[in-house]
Structure formats: structure tokens, C-alpha cells
């Protein structure tokens, strides 16, 4: 009964390819110098951390593979073996899935084989199958899919151990599975990896510099306090837990892997030697000196820029101003000088910010506190929020709020809330399964839509579990062309 009390004071989001089916006309074989317009993706599932691989521009031909590796494969090969290349697993009418299209790609259970047989005229037939190998037979191929359509969104039976997160660095780039789309030949048309990125922003600098954060399109997490170190979903996921936990990594691991906006709700507990924590609705989550210690770490070590955007103020502050007042003093303190002078308004430029070397601006959404600590606080980013509970009308409020931007004439940064909200009832009788499969249901969603069609007008894009997004990716390509206008 406590945990259907607790739940039902919750206040959360959720979660969403408008599905486009891409027609990639070819004639004969397609050249090596076309493999940019092929692209492709590894994201991670929520439910179950099992490994995506999508792609768009495939050209779809006979012996065409996506092949994933668990090291960079800079070559590939065929060869007869008993002993072949197992194929991901996956179901199209798997409630746990994702994926685009009516027909997903063609599969056999994990530990089926993929098959080969040599076909040339005359040739004595092979005693073993043909399979693929990379780099030589030096690396293991863990997955094998034949593309069914031109963009397509797949989830492999391959699981992601998070320990492999843990371990990147600000020095970071692509470790731990790669995907390439290679052609009957071997030719590696495209690749791609499980990457992190650490330096985005100052990687970009001579690009980003002269532009504001409003004109950046920026990843961003929803609820980014709402995690557990090492938790294991499979194992260890509660009722609770399946509506309170919104990231899959901590806030190093957020940054780490691109957010540059951070959901913050503050809750104060005034009995506790720690008084503030990071509260999802009622629930309490990690403390916030947990949470500022590593955003700390993480702008001293990269020279990054991150919005701390601090939003609901849900436990602990009732309606005066006092508990306002221990938390900017609190964040001034713990912060010291990485904050940002709110006397640089939100008009400045990149560059403007980092020749300051204050690069954590605290967005505070509370006008009173604003007014009273104009040396310490930002005004707060506005959250174009749609709370509601399914991907038809999540996709019309996007579409909404992002086609009728009157806000894009302003200086302030605004995040589209990429996801789900359940409502109370909902949450108490689980109907919706939790918000990790709400994220899986969307996410593959959210991240074709940005990608293709909201993205050159988004600002911020917040989303549950991101690393089942492609939004940094997006955000790459979106702000490199940003210098062309």
C-alpha cells in the first residue's frame, strides 16, 4: 500500500519513427563513393539493454548485412566454416520490441546461423556454410541482420553491459559494439559504434562559437537526477522503480554521452544530514551533492558548457521563500566560480560564455529568486511539456509546439519534453508497463522525427532513457551546418 501511495503522487514523463518507409532506387551496383548518403545508428534499449541498430539510404540488395562486433572491424571476409555467424534475435510481434515498417527484418533465434552456400556455376558445393568474418577471423561477429528496408530500426538479442559506460573518459570516443552495413563483396558501406561524447560542444568550438544556446540544438535528459548506480532492470526493477527511474547512466555518464541540458527537481528534507536531494515526484532519488559534484568534475575536465535547469521544487519548500533561500546559497557554494554571471543573459554567445570560464548556468525557474540573486541565478528554460499518454498525440504537440515557435524569436532557451507522462491510474494499475516500455515504444520515434523533420527549428530535446535516441547524433550534423547559415 506505501508504494501505491508513493506512486500515486508521482508527476512523470513518457516516452516516443513517424513512421517513413524510404525507397532507395539503384541501378547495378552502388559505388563505394556514395556510402555518406547510408547511415546508421547504435542506440540501447530500456526494457532490456539490448543493443539497436537502425539505419536510413540502404540500398537493399541481395547479400547486403549489418554486422555487429564487439571490436572495430576494418575488414570482412567469407569463409567456410562449421561454425557461423549467430543472428540477432528479435520478434515483429514482440510486445518488447521496436522498430520500423510493417515487415521487420528477417531473423532466427540467437543461437540459429546465418547461411551462405556458395552458388557459383559448376562450382563443387561447399561442405560447410559460407559465413562472414572480420578482421581476418580476429574479431567475433555477434550479430547478423539482412536489411528488409531502406530505414529500418532493429533490436538485436545482443545485451549492453552498462559497466562499459562507466568506464569512459573525457579522452572517450567509440568503445564497446561497432555495426557496419557491408555489401556482398565485404565493402563496408557505412559504420558506426557505441560512442560517447565528451568535447562535443568545444570539439565544434570555431563552428558554435558565435552562436547562443538558443541557436544550438542541444540533448538534453528529462528528470536527469532520477537514476540508480548499477541497477539491473532485469533483476532488480520494483514497482516503483518501473515509474520513478527515467536514465539508464548517472549525470557523469549523461554528460559523458552528450546531454548538455539537465532536468533538476530539488526536494528538501529537513530532518536528513543531507537536506536536498533530487525528488521524481515524491519519490527520492540521488542527493544533490552527488549530482553537483559530477557535473563539477565534468566541466573542469572538458570545458563543456551545461544548463542546470532546476524545475517543480516538489518536496520540502511549501509556499514561502526560506527553502529557496538555503538552495542558492547551496548552489553558490557548491559551484563557486564555474557559475555562469547571469550579467551575460541569455544573449551571449558561446564564446562569450567560455571567456568568462563559468560554464554552468543556473536556470531557475522561479521568477521571486531570480529577482533576489540576479549575481547567481538565470531565468529558468521554458519546458514545452504535452503530458500525455500516447505517441499520436505526443507527435501533434511536437509538431505544435516547434511549428507555431513564436519563442524562437527570444534569447531563452526552450526544451521539447520528448516524452510520455502516465496518469495517476495508469501508474497505480502498471497499464502502461513502466516507463522504460513507454521509452522504447517512442524513442525510435522521437529520434526520426528530429532527425528528419523538427530538428532544424528544435532547441533542447529532453527524453527518458536517451541512450535510446539518436538525438546526439542528430545534434552533431544539425550544428555543423548551423556556420552555413
Known sequence: MLQLVLILALSMSGHALAEEEQVYVVGGSRPAADAHQ??????????????????????????????????????????????????????????????????????????????????????EPSKYPTVWVANGGNTDIVAAIKPSLSAQWFTTGVPFDYALSRNVTSESSCYGYWASYIDANGRILSKTCVRAYPRWMTDMRDILGDLRLRDLFIPGTHDSGSYRP????????????????????????????????????VGYFRSAPEKFFIYHGITRQRPL??????????????????????????????????????????????????VAHPSLTWHATMRDIWKRQQNV??????????????????????????????????????????????SRFSSRPVVDMAELTPETWGVILDK????????????????????????????IVAADFIRGTTLMDTAIDLNRRKIAY
Open 38 to 123: 547510408l547511415k546508421l545508428w547504435l542506440t540501447i534499449s530500456a526494457r532490456k539493454r539490448f543493443l539497436e541498430v537502425s539505419w536510413k539510404n540502404a540500398p537493399v540488395r541481395d547479400g547486403d548485412n549489418v554486422l555487429l562486433t564487439a571490436q572495430d572491424p576494418l575488414s570482412f571476409e567469407q569463409r567456410s566454416t562449421p561454425i557461423g555467424t549467430p543472428l540477432a534475435s528479435f520478434q515483429s510481434n514482440n510486445e518488447e520490441g521496436s522498430g520500423s515498417g510493417e515487415d521487420q527484418v528477417a531473423y532466427v533465434p540467437i543461437h540459429g546461423y546465418t547461411s551462405t552456400p556458395s552458388s557459383r556455376s559448376g562450382a
Open 432 to 459: 502502461h508497463g513502466g516507463l522504460r516500455k513507454m521509452a522504447d515504444n517512442i524513442n525510435w520515434r522521437i529520434s526520426q522525427l528530429y532527425r528528419d523533420e523538427l530538428g532544424n527549428n528544435a532547441n
Open 289 to 338: 551533492q552527488e549530482v553537483i559534484e559530477q557535473v563539477k568534475d565534468f566541466v573542469l575536465e572538458t570545458n563543456e558548457i551545461v544548463i542546470f535547469g532546476l524545475k517543480e521544487f516538489p518536496v520540502g519548500f511549501g509556499k514561502g521563500l526560506g527553502v529557496h533561500r538555503l538552495l542558492v546559497s547551496y548552489l553558490r557554494e557548491q559551484f563557486g566560480d564555474l
Open 361 to 406: 548556468i543556473l536556470a531557475y525557474d522561479k521568477d521571486q529568486m531570480v529577482q533576489e540573486f540576479p549575481q547567481t541565478l538565470f531565468g529558468g528554460v521554458e519546458q514545452r511539456w504535452g503530458n500525455v499518454q500516447s505517441w499520436a498525440r505526443l507527435e501533434t504537440h511536437l509538431r505544435y509546439v516547434n511549428g507555431f515557435d513564436m
Open 230 to 265: 548499477n541497477f539491473d532492470p532485469l533483476l532488480r526493477e520494483s514497482v516503483v522503480t518501473k515509474y520513478a527511474l527515467t536514465q539508464d547512466d548517472d549525470i557523469r555518464g549523461q554528460l559523458m554521452h552528450g546531454a548538455r541540458y539537465l532536468d533538476i527537481r
